[in-house]
């Protein structure tokens, strides 16, 4: 039987908001990525190397992109090589042909991969030397969220459990951080919403700490910021906050250091297979 333990770091009931700015991200530089003859499109997650250069990408279509990134002098993307593979189901058939819309994406040390889908929520975890996945059982509070706005956002952190987050907000206004361990979900935080932003896209850092990515949404186009979460003692900072339209619908991070001891956030965004929009890798450097 699953539990759902609601076990704070700080208290019954903790809480951090991200009013706290003490870092500076500084753009380092942003490449369009086209290739395999439109193929590329809908990327919602992105896994990358310590080294900054091989990564795994995945779309909301269950596929998976593998490779490995160019970097330029500065240590922006230039280019990509990567090869396509289709995800499968837990039945074993390929899940690229409809009905599998996976977002969060998070890759184990041990090579062990998760993908969290939306509509209806469910997580999957592929062991190495397996393709076919095998479902966790989860909670019921993750088959009550909406059908697209579940579970959006995936991390490994250091002792190896996993973090979930879902796009939408709980009753009261804020958004659950759930991890996974052992067999056991538990609640480790809550995290206030600020100016419409919502959880997409998540990584824990070389640093230990939990980069969380979000994004407003409206007509006249996206605006992405990225909170820093330190666990224990629980604190947060707000480390980018874009003007609207500066990128596009960014929802794949992945944190690194760079040789010089930097932190580095790459950012991918999901075009939503659209024409009007794009594959943008961006990166930003922590001063």
Do not use: C
């Amino acid at each position: 039987m699953i539990r759902l333990k609601f076990l704070m770091l700080l208290s019954a009931l903790a809480l951090v908001s991200g009013v706290s700015a003490q870092a500076e991200a500084r753009l380092v530089g942003s490449y369009t990525w086209n290739s395999f003859d439109g193929r590329v499109g809908g990327i919602s997650a992105l896994e990358i190397a310590p080294d900054g250069l091989d990564f795994t990408a995945m779309n909301d279509r269950a596929t998976l992109f593998e490779g490995r990134l160019i970097r330029g002098g500065a240590g922006e993307v230039v280019g990509v090589r990567a090869a396509i593979r289709p995800m499968m189901r837990p039945n074993g058939r390929r899940a690229d042909s409809g009905g599998a819309d996976t977002e969060g994406l998070a890759i184990a040390p041990d090579g062990t991969l998760y993908a969290s889908l939306e509509g209806p929520a469910r997580v999957w975890r592929v062991t190495p030397g397996e393709t076919v996945p095998r479902p966790l059982r989860i909670p019921g509070e993750f088959r009550a969220l909406p059908r697209n706005g579940a579970l959006e956002a995936m991390a490994i952190a250091p002792d190896n459990s996993l973090f979930v987050i879902p796009e939408s907000p709980v009753r009261d206004g804020t958004f659950a951080i759930y991890r996974y361990q052992g067999g056991t979900w538990t609640t480790a935080f809550k995290m206030t919403a600020t100016e419409g932003f919502a959880p997409v896209g998540a990584d824990f850092g070389p640093d230990g700490r939990l980069y969380i990515l979000e994004r407003n949404f409206s007509m006249l186009g996206f605006r992405s910021q990225v909170r820093r979460i330190t666990l224990a003692p629980l604190g947060s900072e707000l480390i980018l906050q874009t003007a609207r339209g500066v990128h596009d619908n960014l929802e794949g991070i992945a944190v690194w250091q760079d040789a010089g001891g930097a932190i580095r956030l790459t950012m991918v965004s999901d075009d939503n297979f659209f024409a009007i929009q794009k594959t943008e890798f961006v990166d930003y450097r922590l001063d």
